[in-house]
């Protein structure tokens, strides 16, 4: 199957309902393709999904893949969740059944509209969310989604809505697109993730550049040039490389640039077209927002929107929920919620973004790494820490003769002994290092709880 158009009475398999999958289905259903989807979780555990779906006369699978249901199908769609190496899909795909992702079956809708397409192992949402408000800006009708938010199955239920598409891209996401054809495509990043799923860190890299392989004339890429294998990874690029960098020097081995974002102090500069711009929101503190900025407006400006409306987004911005999120400023002192830093490594990020006179409150249900980098990260800017969850002993015993350690227990005690004790000029950052699970639902959960109570004081 080559064309979207050929969907009418064809039968294809949705395999995985999360939300990307039922939104293929959906999309699938008003195409009129037979869809039968599959799931390895029972018809209980999927609830009012699996009752939608026999309203509209889906057939459901649920458990293990019945043998040859798959080579049946015309075409069988995977959420980004279903690893692709399964047997089942190995058999299909030697059959020539075609195996597509929810974003190439979306994009088969969408192939008219341009699309900018943003992936690595960090920042992605906060890049994407700031590239749709620039796009947002410069005045056009703007999807913003994908990996983030709303699934891009969503946008191709309307075609003729959109003038630009703003989509967040996984490596899970990438392994299932084959025809997909960026306008724009950004890789931010690369370290060590899901290792459970890639032979190695190459392997991983490899499904990142898939970003990069149908992009055609009139396309650009955009590759963070302080990062070697990302840049090395510019070179399967067949269109115009630009690149950013803190530091104004590019790392070795990858494409001729043709163009460059170069941090400077209080913003950046478009070296290429001679444009300086700000960075004085608060929401794009710290130098990882810088890089994260510098890409949205490589991409922004390349993708057509003006110099004007670049910088007015930048300004704009509110950034996302829970991420060096500014709650309120009260008697001089700021309230940060980073409940979305659920590891070390993000709490180290974190750290970097403020200049000092942090009160930290961190804790919850520990994943195991030291907290060793997070004290040697703060010495000189962490003077209090207030500890809470199943990890404040450890947290408190990494801290003791760093900084002051107040051990609170639950969240509210620590924003409470936390207001008793910040001065003006201070920050108090939740910035958890753990997950959330021992007293919350989940970080969004946590991250609200403390806005509620940061509110309240």
């Given at each position: 199957?080559?064309?979207?158009?050929?969907?009418?009475?064809?039968?294809?398999?949705?395999?995985?309902?999360?939300?990307?999958?039922?939104?293929?289905?959906?999309?699938?259903?008003?195409?009129?393709?037979?869809?039968?989807?599959?799931?390895?979780?029972?018809?209980?555990?999927?609830?009012?999904?699996?009752?939608?779906?026999?309203?509209?006369?889906?057939?459901?699978?649920?458990?293990?893949?019945?043998?040859?249901?798959?080579?049946?199908?015309?075409?069988?769609?995977?959420?980004?969740?279903?690893?692709?190496?399964?047997?089942?899909?190995?058999?299909?795909?030697?059959?020539?059944?075609?195996?597509?992702?929810?974003?190439?079956?979306?994009?088969?809708?969408?192939?008219e509209?341009p699309?900018?397409?943003?992936?690595?192992?960090?920042?992605?949402?906060?890049?994407?969310?700031?590239?749709?408000?620039?796009?947002?800006?410069?005045?056009?009708?703007?999807?913003?989604?994908?990996?983030?938010?709303?699934?891009?199955?969503?946008?191709?239920l309307?075609?003729k809505?959109?003038?630009?598409?703003?989509?967040?891209?996984?490596?899970?996401?990438?392994?299932?697109?084959?025809?997909?054809?960026?306008?724009?495509?950004?890789?931010?990043?690369?370290?060590?993730?899901?290792?459970?799923?890639?032979?190695?860190?190459?392997?991983?890299?490899?499904?990142?550049?898939?970003?990069?392989?149908?992009?055609?004339?009139?396309?650009?890429?955009?590759?963070?040039?302080?990062?070697?294998?990302?840049?090395?990874?510019?070179?399967?690029?067949?269109?115009?490389?630009?690149?950013?960098?803190?530091?104004?020097?590019?790392?070795q081995?990858?494409?001729?640039?043709?163009?460059?974002?170069?941090?400077?102090?209080?913003?950046?500069?478009?070296?290429?077209?001679?444009?300086?711009?700000?960075?004085?929101?608060?929401?794009?503190?710290?130098?990882?927002?810088?890089?994260?900025?510098?890409?949205?407006?490589?991409?922004?400006?390349?993708?057509?929107?003006?110099?004007?409306?670049?910088?007015?987004?930048?300004?704009?911005?509110?950034?996302?929920?829970?991420?060096?999120?500014?709650?309120?400023?009260?008697?001089?002192?700021?309230?940060?919620?980073?409940?979305?830093?659920?590891?070390?490594?993000?709490?180290?990020?974190?750290?970097?973004?403020?200049?000092?006179?942090?009160?930290?409150?961190?804790?919850?249900?520990?994943?195991?790494?030291?907290?060793?980098p997070?004290?040697e990260?703060?010495?000189?800017?962490?003077?209090?820490?207030?500890?809470?969850?199943?990890?404040?002993?450890?947290?408190?015993?990494?801290?003791?003769?760093?900084?002051?350690?107040h051990?609170?227990?639950?969240?509210d005690?620590?924003?409470?002994?936390?207001?008793?004790?910040?001065?003006?000029?201070?920050?108090?950052?939740?910035?958890?290092?753990?997950?959330?699970?021992?007293?919350?639902?989940?970080?969004?959960?946590?991250?609200?709880?403390?806005?509620?109570?940061?509110?309240?004081?």
């Amino acid at each position: 199957m080559s064309s979207a158009s050929a969907l009418s009475g064809q039968k294809v398999l949705v395999f995985g309902l999360a939300k990307s999958g039922v939104a293929a289905i959906k999309l699938l259903l008003a195409n009129g393709a037979q869809v039968t989807a599959l799931d390895a979780r029972d018809e209980a555990s999927l609830g009012e999904v699996a009752r939608e779906l026999k309203a509209q006369d889906v057939k459901l699978v649920t458990g293990a893949t019945p043998p040859g249901l798959l080579e049946m199908q015309h075409l069988v769609v995977v959420s980004p969740g279903v690893p692709l190496d399964l047997p089942e899909l190995k058999a299909a795909a030697e059959t020539d059944i075609p195996i597509w992702g929810e974003i190439e079956l979306a994009w088969r809708f969408l192939s008219e509209v341009p699309l900018i397409g943003i992936t690595g192992t960090n920042g992605k949402s906060t890049t994407t969310a700031l590239t749709g408000e620039l796009f947002k800006r410069g005045g056009g009708r703007t999807f913003v989604g994908g990996n983030l938010g709303r699934p891009l199955a969503e946008a191709a239920l309307t075609p003729k809505d959109w003038d630009t598409l703003v989509v967040e891209l996984s490596s899970f996401q990438l392994e299932g697109v084959h025809q997909m054809r960026p306008k724009g495509a950004a890789i931010l990043n690369l370290t060590p993730d899901h290792i459970d799923r890639y032979a190695n860190h190459e392997a991983y890299g490899e499904a990142k550049a898939r970003i990069f392989a149908s992009q055609g004339p009139g396309g650009f890429a955009v590759v963070n040039a302080d990062d070697a294998h990302v840049l090395r990874l510019g070179l399967l690029a067949n269109v115009p490389v630009y690149g950013f960098s803190l530091t104004g020097q590019a790392a070795q081995g990858g494409p001729k640039l043709t163009g460059l974002a170069v941090a400077r102090p209080g913003g950046f500069r478009l070296d290429f077209l001679k444009e300086d711009y700000s960075l004085t929101n608060r929401a794009l503190r710290g130098g990882h927002n810088t890089q994260n900025a510098m890409a949205a407006a490589l991409l922004a400006r390349l993708g057509g929107v003006s110099r004007e409306a670049v910088q007015a987004g930048l300004d704009s911005y509110p950034g996302l929920p829970h991420r060096l999120e500014s709650v309120r400023v009260l008697e001089g002192v700021e309230w940060v919620n980073d409940s979305k830093a659920t590891n070390v490594d993000s709490v180290l990020v974190a750290l970097r973004a403020f200049p000092g006179n942090l009160l930290l409150i961190a804790g919850g249900k520990g994943k195991g790494a030291p907290y060793q980098p997070m004290v040697e990260e703060g010495r000189g800017k962490v003077k209090t820490v207030l500890t809470l969850g199943q990890d404040a002993e450890t947290i408190a015993a990494a801290y003791q003769g760093h900084a002051e350690v107040h051990p609170c227990g639950t969240l509210d005690v620590a924003v409470r002994r936390a207001r008793e004790l910040a001065k003006a000029g201070d920050t108090v950052l939740l910035s958890p290092a753990c997950a959330s699970y021992d007293q919350f639902k989940n970080f969004e959960d946590r991250g609200d709880t403390f806005k509620r109570l940061v509110q309240g004081l």
